[in-house]
């Protein structure tokens, strides 16, 4: 599975930004997605997940109520709408495919990887 993220870019602090995330050479409507982010000097994390079908959904707790991950099968693509942006969600963000269908919150449990998109939140 290759997965190509988009849709990154500037914003100001309150705005929003919707990233999108395709696969190729293989569907991943059976995979359960997740979106992490890297931000400068920190370690990666978690930032949504969703299991195969979007029934379940995961969210850390400083994005709760501004982010939403969903997921269109159809076109094997996951979206994270941001919205009420601020500037420490500034980073680079990475959409994964998990091995199983399931929701998972652990890195580990992810095996296959875009390449990132950089989000930067001015103040």
């Known amino acids: 599975v290759q997965l190509q993220a988009s849709g990154g870019g500037l914003v100001q602090s309150g705005g929003s930004l919707r990233l999108t995330c395709a696969a190729a050479?293989?569907?991943?409507?059976?995979?359960?997605m997740g979106w992490f982010r890297q931000a400068p000097g920190k370690e990666r994390e978690i930032v949504a997940a969703?299991?195969?079908?979007?029934?379940?959904?995961y969210y850390i707790n400083s994005v709760k109520g501004r982010f939403t991950i969903s997921k269109d099968n159809a076109k094997s693509t996951v979206y994270l709408q941001m919205n009420s942006l601020k500037p420490e969600d500034t980073a680079v963000y990475y959409c994964?495919?998990?091995?199983?269908?399931?929701?998972?919150?652990?890195?580990?449990?992810?095996?296959?990887w875009g390449q990132g998109t950089l989000v930067t939140v001015s103040s």
């Open positions: 994964a495919a998990a091995l199983g269908s399931y929701l998972n919150t652990e890195e580990s449990r992810y095996r296959y």
């Open positions: 969703i299991d195969w079908n979007g029934g379940r959904t």
């Open positions: 050479r293989r569907t991943t409507s059976n995979n359960g």
